[in-house]
């Protein structure tokens, strides 16, 4: 029987375990391959509803399940550290247990670290404590001035502080506290989600604008205290903004175990084949937020939850392929669609094919509010 190690139990993770073991996992009760999935935390979260979670609007329930519930078909759950990883010999270190495979896919997102002192001043809602607790301050806020900070670059889900922004702004505005409230992002982005183009910069940007939200881009945190934040610019000015309240996305970085088993590139990140999702090790793939893929020009594909998906079908198929002595067939396209939330129950859809750059953004719509809806219920429904 092939074993196959999963690293990581989140979105693509989950997606790549579910994927394989649909197609090799298990027929007539019977195992026929072992999908062993090694993840540090019990319940497993769906990320993108974390701002809905900062306004109210999600509790952590519902945004989470108990990752044992994906143990069926093959899959096994290896709870605990992943300790170390030997991508030569296809082997993970886990309680200080060794587990080795036939074939191993990384997905261990992204880490995320503390720079300036942030976690002690204000909210990081790229996660479930941060989320809530920005929220237990929001609705005892008075009025004042609230910073959305972007602590620095790359970071996953980069429609996350525009939605926050746009989400807060809604709350403000049902309290009838907007007049007496600042709302502003900070970013050192040039724009608005570079990587699709001026267009949909502009669309973004203009959005931002028609709700009052001010928009500090190219703007980068060097410093921060209780009520100030320091940012420099590229013509090298020092620029003092005050806050009450805050809310960031924290500085991103690849796990150590992966850094520290050699396989990560010169970006810090592991790269891999476009396409397949190959990195230089024999039948090891990486997808999600841990990988990076050069699009034109300086950009890199976004890190986000559809795209790990996409990867995951692909490499699970491959995987499958390879398994019956077949040549992989499928390759990942970068085609995939982005919802930016508005509040008011209307949102956005920008995507389109990201290799090519033919990306659009959809006009504002209920439909698509409900669309993003379903794609969180249906990911539990359907990997759970
Ligand atoms: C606020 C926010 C909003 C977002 N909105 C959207 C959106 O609208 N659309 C969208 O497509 N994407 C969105 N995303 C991004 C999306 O959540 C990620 O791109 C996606 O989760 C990436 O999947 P992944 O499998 O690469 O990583 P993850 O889902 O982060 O999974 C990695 C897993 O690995 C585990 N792990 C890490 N290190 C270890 C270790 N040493 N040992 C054991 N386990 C380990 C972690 O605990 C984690 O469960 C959003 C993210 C955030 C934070």
Redesign the pocket.
């Known amino acids: 029987m092939k074993t196959i190690l999963v690293?990581?139990?989140?979105?693509?993770?989950i997606r790549t375990a579910r994927e394989l073991s649909k197609k090799i996992g298990n027929e007539d009760g019977i195992d026929l391959a072992k999908i062993l999935v090694?993840?540090?935390?019990k319940k497993?979260?769906?990320?993108?509803s974390?701002?809905w979670m900062m306004v109210g609007k999600r509790e952590s329930e519902q945004i989470q399940d108990d990752l044992t519930n994906i143990q069926l078909g093959g899959i096994e759950v290896v709870f605990?550290?992943?300790e170390s990883v030997d991508p030569d010999n296809i082997t993970v270190t886990?309680n200080g247990k060794s587990y080795s495979g036939d074939y191993m896919v990384v997905?261990?997102?992204?880490?995320q670290t503390d720079i300036h002192e942030m976690s002690k001043l204000g909210h990081n809602?790229?996660t479930v404590e941060g989320?809530k607790s920005f929220y237990n301050d929001l609705k005892n806020f008075k009025g004042g001035k609230i910073a959305i900070v972007v602590s620095s670059l790359p970071y996953?889900?980069p429609?996350?502080p525009y939605?926050?922004a746009m989400l807060i702004d809604e709350y403000l505005r049902e309290q009838g506290l907007r007049e007496k409230t600042e709302i502003s992002l900070y970013t050192p982005e040039v724009e608005p989600m570079t990587f699709a183009g001026k267009e949909i910069s502009l669309r973004v940007s203009e959005l931002m604008k028609s709700k009052g939200i001010d928009y500090f881009p190219e703007h980068k945190l060097d410093e921060a205290d209780k009520n100030h934040l320091t940012f420099s610019t590229p013509d090298n000015q020092e620029v003092k903004k005050e806050y009450d309240l805050m809310a960031y996305t924290p500085k991103h970085v690849c796990?150590a175990?992966i850094r520290e088993a050699g396989m990560t590139g010169e970006t810090g990140w592991v790269e891999v084949n476009h396409q397949t999702l190959q990195t230089p090790f024999e039948n090891v793939y990486a997808?999600?937020?841990?990988t990076t893929i050069p699009l034109s020009g300086t950009e890199s594909l976004p890190?986000?939850?559809?795209?790990?998906q996409y990867q995951a079908n692909t490499v699970a198929h491959n995987i499958t392929r390879q398994m019956h002595g077949k040549q992989p067939d499928k390759v990942f396209t970068a085609e995939?669609k982005?919802?930016l939330d508005q509040g008011n129950g209307k949102a956005t859809k920008v995507g389109g094919n990201f290799y090519s750059s033919e990306l659009d953004i959809k006009e504002t719509s209920a439909v698509n509010h409900w669309v993003?809806i379903l794609q969180e219920k249906t990911w539990f429904v359907k990997h759970f």
């Open positions: 690293l990581g139990g989140g979105i693509g993770g090694f993840e540090k935390q497993s979260l769906f990320a993108p974390l701002t605990g550290d992943i886990s997905s261990l997102g992204a880490d809602y790229y989320a996953k889900s429609v996350a939605e926050a796990p175990v997808i999600g937020d841990i890190k986000a939850g559809v795209f790990a995939g982005y919802i993003k």
